[in-house]
């Protein structure tokens, strides 16, 4: 009964004695059959093996390995060689410097010697009767202000055609009615395809020799091209010209012609029963003139 009870510590006694052996002779305590295998990773932080070892082995070995020096912080922020700028890619940077600018091409020479510009104040106006059925016979008036252009002058007073242009801005057109306007814009002139009506002078008859220093009324008639939508007909102009001898002019002058002439739709509204074939075409204006 006696050496039942002790043969227990006998057996650990003799057990721990081998294994010093063992460990003394430089072998290995075989790892027991249960516990994994070892890995290469690196030992997990004291936090993290604090949470694997108060948890089931079952849910240990469903759990994600843990984070490597490769996931760290540092070592993904790091800089490596494939991140670092190359050649290649320097060349590609945007210069800091902007390209060289073109160069201005030259002004075309003139032969000018004097310009007649037109100014603020000049008003472009047609006026065309109608009858209509409320009132009888009636003037149409229509006017702009948005006119623009020159007349360019050699040393004896001449025009010069290549360098003068006036041009009025038809779809800016008014009367007193917006429904005759609509109809002018969009079949009578055609504004959207033919946005201007030009005039290009080619003579002035009735000016003094020397246009720069002009003083008192000249009563002229102007000849030139005068272009409504795609039709283009030489006109005369019969106007009068102030000269106050302080390098401005203001005038008026004005010419006549018909709706076939140039192609065109006579307005056609309800009210209206009948528009006249003639059109007046009128120009007040003022202006500077600069000797060159």
């Not at 008192?216 to 409504?228: F, K, M, Y």
Request: proline letters at 10%; one cysteine or more.
């Amino acid at each position: 009964m006696t050496l039942h009870r002790l043969a227990p510590p006998l057996v650990v006694i003799v057990a721990l004695a081998l294994v010093a052996l063992v460990v003394a002779c430089g072998g290995e305590t075989p790892a027991p059959a249960s516990a994994p295998a070892p890995t290469a990773e690196p030992p997990v932080p004291t936090s993290s093996a604090a949470t694997a070892t108060s948890a089931p082995p079952a849910a240990a070995a469903t759990e994600p390995p843990a984070a490597t020096d490769a996931m760290s912080p540092t070592a993904v922020m790091a800089p490596t060689a494939a991140m670092a700028p190359t050649a290649a890619m320097a060349a590609t940077e945007v210069p800091t410097e902007a390209p060289p600018e073109p160069p201005t091409p030259e002004a075309m020479p003139s032969d000018a010697a004097a310009i007649f510009t037109l100014g603020e104040g000049t008003i472009a106006r047609y006026r065309v009767e109608e009858e209509l059925a409320n009132t009888g016979f009636f003037v149409a008036v229509g006017e702009t202000q948005d006119v623009a252009g020159s007349i360019a002058f050699d040393a004896d007073g001449g025009v010069l055609a290549d360098e003068s242009r006036i041009a009025v801005q038809a779809a800016t057109l008014r009367t007193d009615s917006g429904r005759r306007d609509g109809f002018v814009r969009n079949r009578t002139l055609e504004t959207d395809t033919y946005p201007e009506v030009v005039f290009v002078p080619t003579s002035i008859d009735g000016l003094p020799d020397t246009i720069a220093d002009a003083s008192g009324r000249a009563r002229v008639n102007i000849t030139g091209d005068l272009t409504i939508k795609d039709q283009t007909r030489e006109v005369v102009w019969d106007g009068e010209i102030d000269f106050p001898g302080d390098g401005t002019a203001a005038g008026s002058m004005a010419v006549e012609f018909t709706f076939e002439d140039f192609g065109m739709t006579k307005p056609s509204v309800v009210i209206v029963i009948s528009v006249d074939d003639t059109i007046r075409l009128e120009l007040d204006f003022v202006g500077t003139i600069t000797a060159q």
